[in-house]
């Protein structure tokens, strides 16, 4: 311990050396193995420092958090394991708004930013394109810093109460976790670590984090999966079809015309089209029902749209209350008739989906024999507390609630299970995932073809940004494909990009289609899945083993999986030729 103030603090071990600046509350680490420095950069709260707890392995800073006239713990640790340093933050008291601390991890020889957002990207810390703000619908909770020869990941041990805080600070780009309010109060210990890697690779980043999810029970193989689930074999290599794009109901003629196409393996997702039931049987395909438990129709408008999730008896015993007992915002609804309708469901929690989600999944097996199923929402929203005092819930307990029912639709109902998007938690037990191939999962709320393609959906597909961080961890273990609403067809001038990139990560494509745009654009539906669907099918048990870069530009990229397959794509204009000639 230290009476008075020293103005620095360090700790060590064989790899790292690590100060602490008492007059900014900023570290400095030095990275032994790579000859790396990285400093942190004024990005958090402003804290007072009450005093300074040092050990030969640590460092705690007693805080006066004058906002919120709280008093914390930040503690740093250097363990056991080589190149890993840990924080924790703890506290008592009632807080208002999250705690930003500590601060960023900067460099000098700082190059890109990476981040679990969609399948994952990775920014130019130089490039000024990014604006700041927060993040909290992580898929998987951690980012890292590169520089040209090591990077810096850092991993949120307790990401339920986590936002990640993206900002630019004297022009670089940088990254750091804040801590939401759990429940009004500090709440719980919050923890994080960084892992300090002698590569930039993505693929090492990625698998540093794997090991993390594997050592949280989070990675379940598909082959795992099929022991118990043997239906799971007809979604290997499958496109996923949503049909009756701009709203026309599907009717006899749409099965024989896949087949025509020559679209011969698919997932159903209509599974209210009963009237196709007997053929999608004989035809072997995957087929099944769907709930949408997040919202719940209000009583003023049951008169008008039919509520298929919840009895009316259900209002408002199921609903989702903020801190101030309002309800939250629920889906909006357009139409020709009612115009925009802005009220006309609300959010209910997640601690009633297995009593209600329950009733309705049996109801769908028992009624259509369906070996799949579809749950809405699941992996694409945010975290957010409920107030209801019949079933108060913090960040915590929301997604133990949504596992508990997802995990009821795979285990004790044997379906083949999806989300839309994707989390962690939910990949063991989930088998596919509608939107994880759809990058910021950008969905306009139709389904027809659009020959203008807005920047933003370019963005997404710009393959000098985006990279298969999530396949890198979980492509052995779901199955994924591009949201229903932004289908592999959405973009008629982006379909073979989008191909490519199905191609090169080893997942299926996904078509909406109606009798119109199988007419108008049947040989590219037959040409897609003609070169998509075999690449899906080969590697659809394989874990993703390797990413890499082949060209400076960025432009041509290489995936290799476990069983020995390896992909290249070539994104740009001019033929790239191999070391070995090839073209």
């Known amino acids: 311990s230290s009476q008075g103030l020293a103005s620095t603090y360090e700790i060590q071990n064989d790899s790292l050396l690590v100060k602490l600046d008492t007059s900014t509350l900023l570290l400095d680490v030095y990275d032994k193995n790579t000859g790396v420095r990285y400093s942190q950069q ?7 420092l009450v005093s300074v707890d040092a050990t030969a392995n640590s460092i705690t800073l007693n805080l006066y958090f004058a906002r919120d006239n709280v008093y914390l713990k930040g503690v740093y640790t250097l363990g056991s394991i080589p190149s890993r340093l840990d924080f924790t933050l703890s506290g008592s008291g009632d807080i208002d ?7 960023a991890f900067s460099s000098a020889e700082a190059d890109r930013l990476i981040l679990p957002f969609g399948t994952g990207v990775s920014y130019s810390v130089h490039d000024g394109k990014h604006v700041s703000g927060l993040a909290d619908n992580f898929k998987m909770p951690f980012y890292a810093l590169t520089t040209n020869t090591a990077a810096i990941v850092t991993i949120i041990d307790t990401p339920d109460d986590s936002v990640m805080v993206q900002d630019t600070v004297d022009g670089t780009l940088s990254g750091a976790t804040a801590w939401r309010p759990q429940m009004g109060v500090v709440g719980d210990v919050r923890r994080q670590h960084y892992v300090f890697l002698n590569t930039p690779s993505i693929t090492g980043i990625a698998k540093t984090y794997r090991k993390e999810a594997e050592k949280n029970g989070y990675v379940k193989p598909l082959i795992e999966k099929k022991r118990t689930i043997p239906a799971i074999e007809k979604l290997i290599g499958a496109a996923y079809i949503h049909a009756g794009a701009s709203n026309e109901n599907p009717n006899e003629a749409y099965l024989p015309k896949l087949k025509a196409l020559g679209i011969t393996k698919y997932a159903w997702r209509n599974g209210d089209t009963t009237h196709l039931l007997d053929q999608l049987r004989q035809d072997n395909q995957l087929y099944g029902g769907h709930d949408c438990l997040m919202d719940i129709i209000a009583p003023a408008y049951r008169n008008k749209f039919e509520d298929t999730q919840y009895p009316a008896s259900a209002w408002p015993s199921v609903l989702k209350l903020d801190s101030n007992g309002d309800t939250t915002g629920g889906s909006t609804y357009i139409n020709d008739e009612l115009g925009f309708v802005d009220d006309y469901a609300a959010r209910t929690c997640e601690t009633q989906y297995l009593k209600y989600g329950s009733m309705i999944a049996e109801k769908y097996r028992a009624s259509l024999h369906g070996e799949m199923y579809f749950t809405d929402g699941h992996g694409a929203s945010g975290l957010e507390e409920c107030y209801n005092p019949l079933h108060m819930a913090n960040r915590t307990r929301i997604p133990n609630s949504t596992v508990e029912y997802v995990s009821h639709l795979s285990g004790e109902l044997g379906l083949v299970t999806g989300c839309e998007g994707g989390r962690e938690y939910l990949v063991p037990h989930i088998a596919f995932s509608d939107g994880m191939m759809s990058g910021w999962m950008n969905s306009l709320m139709d389904d027809v073809c659009y020959l203008d393609v807005p920047d933003e959906v370019y963005r997404e597909y710009d393959e000098t940004t985006r990279i298969p961080l999530w396949e890198l961890v979980f492509h052995d273990c779901v199955v994924d494909y591009p949201h229903k609403h932004d289908t592999s067809n959405r973009y008629p001038t982006l379909w073979d990009k989008r191909d490519l990139f199905s191609m090169l990560y080893g997942t299926p494509p996904a078509y909406s289609i ?11 539906y037959s040409k897609s899945f003609k070169r998509v669907s075999p ?5 659809g048990y394989a874990e993703m083993v390797d990413f890499e870069y082949l060209s400076e530009d960025r432009r041509v990229q290489a995936t290799r999986f476990s069983n020995g397959v390896e992909v290249i794509a070539n994104f740009g204009s001019r033929a790239h030729i191999m070391p070995d000639g090839t073209v």
């Open 535 to 539: 690449v899906a099918n080969a590697v």
């Open 97 to 103: 708004d999250i705690i930003r601390f500590p601060s």
């Open 514 to 524: 109606d009798s119109s745009s199988m007419s108008k654009y049947g040989a590219s």
């Open 42 to 48: 004024p990005m958090a709260d402003e804290m007072s």
